[in-house]
């Protein structure tokens, strides 16, 4: 038995001890999207549910469509760790976390339709209780450069968007022309880290394509240019960034 309060409908609970107080806000205002990276669902829950793990998420999802509520939505779960958007720390104390279950790197199995529904329905919901903005729905890996990949290059964010959640632009064609990467420097490079920047992710600005350029560069292809995940800048890269940045109710 629990007395912990299901936030959505239909949803299983299964309790973790492992969450606190949010701090400095009174609402979540993002939604990170995660996978389990382990072989089996229910070992996956077994780790957000151990008090030794010192990890925890609010939901997780399984293959099935089938939704898990852990952690009720007014706490604080430890999905985040170390992370930024937008110039802020601590997204575990501003956000809702959601586990998608996946075995994760190096393969990613595909993601069911079945459970891709049941993921923006979720967001749908929570996005809809809480006023959370389409552009804060992000990945793991936009809010933890080079530390994280997951979701990974295979998640339908495309899907998604179509379902209703989440920020998107089509990517634009991989082709030729100029491209900038590890070790060049310059104006070029500094715009491209304030573009970067704008949009939310955290990279320091000063016209050096260094390794923080290079993870930061990976994770926003990782989200919206998958077709090449290789941290350069492509003409492809720049363009699908600036499109999100100028569609943007903020910009637009």
């Known amino acids: 038995m629990t007395n912990m309060t299901v936030d959505y409908a239909g949803a299983e609970v299964i309790e973790s001890p492992n969450h606190g107080e949010r701090v400095g806000v009174s609402a979540p205002d993002a939604i990170i999207l995660h996978y389990t990276g382990m072989p089996s669902e229910d070992a996956a829950i077994s780790w957000l549910c151990n008090p030794e793990s010192e990890v925890s998420s609010h939901y997780l999802v399984r293959e ?17 760790g170390k992370s930024f958007w937008a110039g802020v720390g601590d997204i575990n104390s501003r956000s809702i976390g959601i586990e998608i279950a996946n075995a994760g790197h190096p393969t990613v199995p595909d993601y069911p ?5 049941s993921v923006a329905q979720l967001c749908l919901d929570c996005a809809k209780r ?5 552009e804060r729905v992000l990945a793991h890996s936009d809010i933890a450069p080079v530390r994280k990949v997951d979701p990974g290059e295979h998640f339908p964010w495309a899907r998604l968007h179509q379902l209703g959640v989440g ?11 100029r491209f900038f990467q590890e070790g060049d420097c310059g104006q070029p490079i500094e715009a491209l ?13 000063h016209g050096q394509f260094d390794a923080q350029t290079v993870g930061v560069v990976k994770s926003f292809q ?9 941290g350069v800048a492509d003409a492809s890269t720049i363009d699908t960034l600036h499109r999100l940045l100028v569609s943007l109710p903020r910009f637009s």
């Open 193 to 205: 880290q304030s573009m970067l920047s704008l949009y939310g992710y955290p990279i320091d600005i």
């Open 130 to 134: 809480w006023s959370i903005a389409p």
């Open 167 to 177: 920020h998107w632009v089509e990517p634009a064609p991989i082709s030729g022309g």
């Open 222 to 230: 990782l989200h919206f240019r998958q077709a090449k995940v290789d």
């Open 113 to 117: 339709e079945a459970q891709i529904e």
């Open 64 to 80: 099935n469509g089938d939704v898990v509520q852990m952690v009720p939505e007014s706490r604080r779960a430890w999905h985040a």
